[in-house]
């Protein structure tokens, strides 16, 4: 059984603090790895995606991705209460294969 | 674009009974997909569609049915609901495999 692990948190930041976001999966041959951030009561959002090992940056956020360690990080910098929400990661498989598999989530609470 | 519509937003079924969830898209979305989400978890995958005419299992597929007839509309049928079917259903489309739109969900309670 293919698995995404995260901690549920919930995780606590001060404002303006930067948040950092764990997530390990099984299936060494996953390709491609998603974070998304669900406010509760509603559907979830794609905040980024990454393919490569190594960082990648938009705006706030940084995902990060090392697949020799079967682990991506998503961090958020500069922290806002409004950032207070379920942080989802995902992964899909190898090529041929269009199924995600997400993670159970981090809870991120920014304390103002 | 009205994006990812789902229908109806919540509803009530009892023991055995069957129904169908709406999925709809406007966004000449290839891929599709539905997923269901208990409380204080993540989402699972139900099952989903590369076009139309292709459907396959995700992980959870028990109890469960999909078509996909046109590229617009993906609908899941539940048949005999269970009360382990109770969860939020989410729909979902995507281009390309980078971005999935969510539609708003669909509450469904089994009594």
């Known amino acids: 059984q293919k698995e995404v692990e995260q901690n549920s948190g919930p995780l606590s930041v001060p404002e303006g603090a930067i948040a950092s976001l764990n997530c390990t999966y099984s299936?060494?041959?996953?390709?491609?790895f998603f974070w998304y951030r669900q406010y509760s009561g509603k559907s979830p959002e794609l905040i980024m995606f990454i393919y490569s090992n190594g960082d990648k940056e938009d705006g706030r956020f940084t995902a990060q991705l090392n697949k020799a360690s079967q682990y991506v990080s998503l961090l958020i910098r500069d922290s806002q209460p409004s950032d207070s929400a379920t942080y989802l990661c995902a992964v899909m498989g190898g090529s041929g294969t269009y199924k995600y598999i997400f993670g159970t989530g981090t809870r991120l609470k920014v304390l103002a | 674009n009205a994006g990812v519509t789902q229908t109806p937003k919540f509803r009530i079924l009892k023991i055995g009974q069957s129904m169908t969830l709406q999925c709809t898209q406007d966004m000449n979305h290839n891929y599709m997909y539905w997923y269901r989400q208990d409380p204080g978890m993540g989402l699972k995958l139900i099952y989903y569609s590369v076009g139309a005419g292709i459907t396959d299992k995700g992980e959870v597929p028990n109890g469960y049915n999909v078509s996909r007839s046109t590229t617009e509309d993906f609908p899941l049928r539940l048949e005999l609901a269970a009360p382990s079917q109770t969860s939020v259903y989410f729909c979902a489309g995507a281009t390309d495999t980078d971005t999935q739109y969510f539609g708003p969900g669909t509450r469904l309670t089994v009594l």
């Open positions: 299936d060494r041959g996953s390709q491609s």
